[in-house]
């Protein structure tokens, strides 16, 4: 199993990001997928969830409404895209796997990350 | 929103120690819950799930108790890999949440 995350860089506040997490070893459209930030030096904080038809999803209060997560099953591909950027968004941001086929609960493996900063 | 809170923040301890690390959540979580360790540089990696459920591929020296409001994660005899922060997290309601870590440093 193997999750590659790409996408992060340097936006203005206010500005828009899109990530992506290619995924690859496993039958992905059998397992929900996760969002997880960490701001540099400070803990996890989880951001939003999709389960494998991309038909559920779920967000952290501080993202909704700003941050869009989105799957392409025939891509074996998961994206966050990301509006109205603040400063307290910079943040490495980790795609997670399910641990189990249809299941919504506990995040392994995860990509090594992609690190998001906002600033002027 | 349940919160979940971790303690100690962090703990010195030397190689063979028995390490212990606390998790409690503002409510309950029935066996919800699961750890993470995650070293500098890297990303988290499960050890504990189902709050005893041992992650394939974890030492057995690892374990998980626990339920409801108040659980634990166990190193028997601590390695020189080990030394690293542990976070606890809650899958029982959305939003999913982590506790604030536990950083496991060399005494």
């Known amino acids: 199993v193997q999750l590659v995350e790409s996408g992060g860089g340097v936006v203005q506040p206010g500005g828009s990001l899109r990530l992506s997490c290619a995924a690859s070893?496993?039958?992905?459209?059998?397992?929900?997928m996760h969002w997880v930030r960490q701001a540099p030096g400070k803990g996890l904080e989880w951001v939003s969830l999709?389960?494998?038809?991309?038909?559920?999803?779920y967000y952290a209060d501080s993202v909704k409404g700003r941050f869009t997560i989105s799957r392409d099953n025939s891509k074996n591909s998961l994206y966050l895209q990301m509006n109205s950027l603040r400063i307290e968004d910079i943040a490495f941001y980790y795609c997670?796997?399910?641990?189990?086929?249809?299941?919504?609960?506990?995040?392994?493996?995860w990509g090594r990350g992609t690190l998001v900063t906002v600033s002027s | 929103d349940i919160q979940m809170t971790q303690s100690p923040s962090s703990v010195s301890a030397s190689v063979g120690d028995r390490v212990t690390i606390t998790c409690r959540a503002s409510?309950?979580?029935?066996?919800?819950l699961a750890w993470y360790q995650q070293k500098p540089g890297k990303a988290p990696n499960l050890l504990i799930y189902?709050?005893?459920s041992l992650q394939s591929g974890v030492p057995s020296r690892f374990s998980g108790s626990g339920s409801g409001t108040d659980f634990t994660l166990t190193i028997s005899s601590l390695q020189p890999e080990d030394f690293a922060t542990y976070y606890c997290q809650q899958a029982n309601s959305f939003p999913f949440s982590f506790g604030p870590g536990t950083k496991v440093d060399i005494k």
């Open positions: 070893g496993f039958k992905f459209d059998d397992y929900a």
């Open positions: 189902g709050a005893s």
């Open positions: 999709i389960n494998g038809d991309g038909g559920t999803t």
């Open positions: 409510q309950g979580i029935s066996t919800w």
């Open positions: 997670a796997k399910s641990l189990a086929p249809r299941r919504l609960d506990w995040f392994d493996p």
